[in-house]
């Protein structure tokens, strides 16, 4: 009975969808920075140490003006995305920022950025296997993204200090 049991199960995995080219996403760093790219989704577990990542598929460093660099999510990942982390450009070097793109299902189908300047993003799964998606990563977006981080963090460190400062008899 368990070698029975054994091989339907072995006939079902095999007449599966194939598990080694299911989504490539490729990534161009079209920018004048260095960054780091993290491709991550569910059923995968690697996690950098240092950047609060989980479900890190793969990563690479991406030198400025460089690519493409891309990694295919094998069968069964789910909720893809490709987040980017850089250092803040222009008045926010002391940001850390991050820049994230997943698989949406809108209207057309595609990888976009996520609405989210902290990387949060509900990430849907791509449909069925061998499509191919690119991303570039230009000056703007680092510019554009870096500066709203920058105005936030500025934002919530005046909020802490009108708090602190009130809970010391200070206003």
Avoid at 41 to 52: F, N, T, V
Avoid at 87 to 95: P, R, S
Wanted: charged residues 20%.
């Amino acid at each position: 009975m368990k070698t029975r049991l054994a091989a339907i199960a072995l006939l079902a995995l095999s007449a599966g969808p194939a598990a080694h080219a299911c989504a490539t996403i490729r990534v161009y760093n079209d920018s004048d920075h260095k960054i780091h790219a993290f491709w991550t989704a569910g059923g995968c577990g690697g996690m950098p140490k240092y950047d609060e990542l989980f479900l890190v598929c793969h990563s690479r460093w991406m030198e400025p003006r460089s690519g493409p660099d891309s990694y295919t999510f094998p069968w069964g990942k789910t909720a893809q995305a490709v987040t980017f982390v850089f250092n803040g450009v222009e008045h926010a070097e002391e940001e850390h920022v991050r820049l994230t793109y997943s698989y949406h299902k809108d209207h057309s189908p595609k990888y976009q950025q996520c609405g989210s300047s902290d990387g949060a993003c509900g990430a849907a799964t791509i449909p069925a296997c061998g499509h191919h998606y690119s991303i570039n990563v230009t000056n703007q977006k680092l510019i554009d993204l870096s500066l709203d981080c920058a105005v936030k963090e500025a934002a919530a460190r005046a909020t802490e200090e009108r708090t602190h400062g009130s809970h010391n008899g200070h206003h």
